[in-house]
């Protein structure tokens, strides 16, 4: 491990406990393998939160953590069914009343990306930001020829700040695989290389531009949804410029229903939007949280959602489009004995797996909420039976499939929090029916065909020189198969590295506790306490390097 993860550690341990959240560490598997580590700075003992309520300290403790613990509890915050109601509207705060940074920053770094004076490049810039989020603030300005615009700015220093917490999660999802049995099964270390993706693309704004443009598109002169305007011109790596939109905050539901707005079709065209944009575009807005979806209610019988923020999008293999399409129609078929040959089918649960045995259990779980509105759902006891069924047939996680997953939690939530009469199911049914006939028309397999056909004949072309090739090799005895296996050897060095690991990692912690109790009992000399807690950490370093060398 080294030394500045050692460090975020302990900043990550230090705010928890002066928020008084240490409980939550100690109630997670990953606390065994370093549980003498998480006491190591006894002066946040006395650094507490005091007479603050819970969910504002955790709230004030995800602010101090960074973007990647404000990520986190932004999609916490659309669920209320899974929160007490206290740590949502905590929560909540966090989708735009994130502390801004100070503008004249915001300024200079504008000036900077633009080699231009800011009365140069915009018309007018208002100073004080009209909303702050984690990785960026927005300020609201107008072009030289008086179109309003918002101008967004990352926040400084992000790349270093996310580069951090990026390798402490890589750190501990590396733990979770050696100490956690369910590790193998949900894949931590895959789910952190496929967040890092996510993450790291949020910090190129030109490439969040480029994710607004086909989104425009696929939505031009819809009644559903309006995507802004970027301005290309204005846009660098740090700073975007798009069209100022106007509406009401999506969640802002006294509002909306002050206006007339027909609540029951938003909460429906939410939904239409969501499986749009999966199936009919296979590119879907990833971050819908509340603080980036508007509404606009020219016509309040028929309101149309606005986006902002396009710092995540997603896109499904189309294996994997049509794997889900089918798991959607079976299962409002409430045909199980069909999911469950598709979880087999799609590689989602090992191939020896009893179809009947998962069909059964499915159908214990999804049977009770047919035919029920969101509010009489508890999707809490859903999930977790969910779990335990996969758990059960060894079902593991899919890190391809987890934008979408987190985009439909925000997408239900959302729906919940506007109209909790909302069928879900019989609301994307005739979508999805509709998206199913027209991908299976002749004439829409014929195009498929047709665009797929000059690939098919280069690779077609290239077939008689392989064969050649192979015959040739064959007949002068150059044709190997090379095999690769795990020597003996090599496989007893593995083990017998790891066991060290775990010897050194005990002896670690027998220091540690053997120090905290010198200090406590034998004040005249507690240079040698503090001198056996040194050594422990010193040893539980060289075993985490040690492990990091030896992959």
């Known amino acids: 491990?080294?030394?500045?993860?050692?460090?975020?550690?302990?900043?990550?341990?230090?705010?928890?406990?002066?928020?008084?959240?240490?409980?939550?560490?100690?109630?997670?598997?990953?606390?065994?393998?370093?549980?003498?580590?998480?006491?190591?700075?006894?002066?946040?003992?006395?650094?507490r939160s005091i007479g603050v309520a819970?969910?504002?300290?955790?709230?004030?403790?995800?602010?101090?953590?960074?973007?990647?613990?404000?990520?986190?509890?932004?999609?916490l915050s659309t669920r209320r069914d899974l929160l007490p109601a206290d740590i949502a509207d905590e929560l909540a705060k966090l989708q735009d009343r994130v502390p801004p940074f100070d503008s004249a920053v915001a300024m200079a770094s504008i000036e900077k990306s633009f080699g231009l004076a800011l009365g140069d490049i915009f018309g007018r810039f208002d100073t004080k930001p009209l909303a702050a989020a984690s990785i960026a603030q927005v300020h609201v300005a107008a072009l030289k020829d008086g179109r309003e615009v918002v101008v967004k700015i990352l926040r400084p220093g992000m790349r270093e700040i996310i580069d951090l917490d990026l390798e402490v999660l890589h750190y501990l999802a590396e733990l979770a695989d050696e100490y956690w049995g369910e590790a193998r099964r949900l894949r931590p270390v895959e789910l952190v290389r496929e967040y890092r993706?996510?993450?790291?693309?949020?910090?190129?704004?030109?490439?969040?531009?480029?994710?607004?443009?086909?989104?425009?598109?696929?939505?031009?002169?819809?009644?559903?949804?309006?995507?802004?305007?970027?301005?290309?011109?204005?846009?660098?790596?740090?700073?975007?410029?798009?069209?100022?939109?106007?509406?009401?905050?999506?969640?802002?539901?006294?509002?909306?229903?002050?206006?007339?707005?027909?609540?029951?079709?938003?909460?429906?065209?939410?939904?239409?939007?969501?499986?749009?944009?999966v199936f009919r575009d296979n590119f879907f807005h990833a971050d819908m949280h509340p603080g980036n979806i508007f509404v606009q209610i020219d016509d309040p019988q028929n309101p149309r959602y606005a986006a902002v923020d396009f710092g995540i999008v997603g896109s499904l293999q189309a294996r994997d489009q049509h794997y889900l399409a089918e798991n959607f129609l079976a299962f409002f078929d409430r045909d199980y004995a069909r999911v469950a040959a598709l979880h087999v089918e799609s590689g989602w649960v090992p191939r020896g797996t009893r179809v009947d045995e998962l069909e059964s259990a499915v159908r214990t779980v999804c049977e009770p909420i047919f035919n029920k509105p969101l509010k009489e759902i508890s999707f809490a006891q859903v999930l977790l039976r969910l779990f335990e069924t996969a758990r059960r047939f060894d079902m593991q996680v899919?890190?391809?499939?987890?934008?979408?997953?987190?985009?439909?939690?925000?997408?239900?939530?959302?729906?919940?929090?506007?109209?909790?009469?909302?069928?879900?199911?019989?609301?994307?049914?005739?979508?999805?029916?509709?998206?199913?006939?027209?991908?299976?028309?002749?004439?829409?397999?014929?195009?498929?065909?047709?665009?797929?056909?000059?690939?098919?004949?280069?690779?077609?072309?290239?077939?008689?020189?392989?064969?050649?090739?192979?015959?040739r090799d064959a007949a002068e005895g150059?044709?190997?198969?090379?095999?690769?296996?795990?020597?003996?050897?090599?496989?007893?060095?593995?083990?017998?590295?790891?066991?060290?690991r775990r010897d050194a990692t005990i002896a670690a912690a027998v220091l540690w506790v053997s120090g905290l109790i010198w200090l406590a009992w034998s004040r005249q000399i507690a240079w040698l306490g503090w001198l056996q807690m040194t050594a422990a950490i010193a040893l539980f370093v060289w075993s985490r390097s040690s492990r990091s060398r030896g992959a």
């Not at 004030?60 to 990520?71: D, M, N, S």
């Not at 206006?259 to 969501?274: D, M, P, Q, S, Y």
């Not at 299976?440 to 498929?448: E, F, S, T």
């Not at 056909?453 to 077609?460: G, R, S, Y």
Request: aromatic share 10%; glycine share 4%.
């Open 54 to 75: 819970r969910g504002e300290r955790l709230r004030l403790a995800l602010e101090e953590l960074g973007p990647i613990f404000v990520k986190f509890g932004q999609a």
């Open 478 to 500: 150059r044709l190997r198969f090379s095999v690769d296996p795990v020597g003996a050897a090599q496989l007893r060095d593995d083990m017998r590295r790891a066991n060290s």
């Open 197 to 277: 993706k996510t993450i790291l693309d949020e910090l190129d704004l030109l490439r969040e531009a480029g994710n607004a443009a086909p989104l425009k598109r696929n939505f031009a002169g819809s009644t559903l949804l309006y995507v802004p305007e970027v301005h290309w011109d204005y846009c660098r790596v740090d700073v975007m410029v798009m069209e100022r939109i106007h509406g009401v905050i999506v969640n802002d539901l006294e509002e909306l229903r002050a206006r007339g707005t027909n609540i029951r079709k938003l909460a429906e065209n939410g939904v239409e939007i969501f499986f749009t944009q």
């Open 1 to 47: 491990m080294r030394p500045r993860v050692l460090a975020r550690l302990l900043q990550i341990q230090r705010a928890l406990v002066r928020h008084g959240l240490d409980d939550f560490v100690r109630a997670t598997h990953l606390y065994r393998p370093f549980r003498f580590l998480v006491y190591l700075s006894p002066w946040t003992w006395f650094q």
């Open 398 to 471: 899919q890190p391809q499939l987890i934008l979408l997953q987190k985009t439909l939690f925000n997408i239900e939530g959302l729906g919940r929090q506007l109209y909790p009469d909302l069928d879900l199911w019989q609301t994307a049914q005739p979508y999805l029916r509709k998206w199913t006939r027209e991908r299976m028309n002749p004439r829409a397999v014929l195009r498929r065909a047709r665009t797929q056909l000059p690939d098919v004949l280069v690779a077609l072309q290239q077939v008689p020189q392989i064969f050649q090739t192979a015959v």
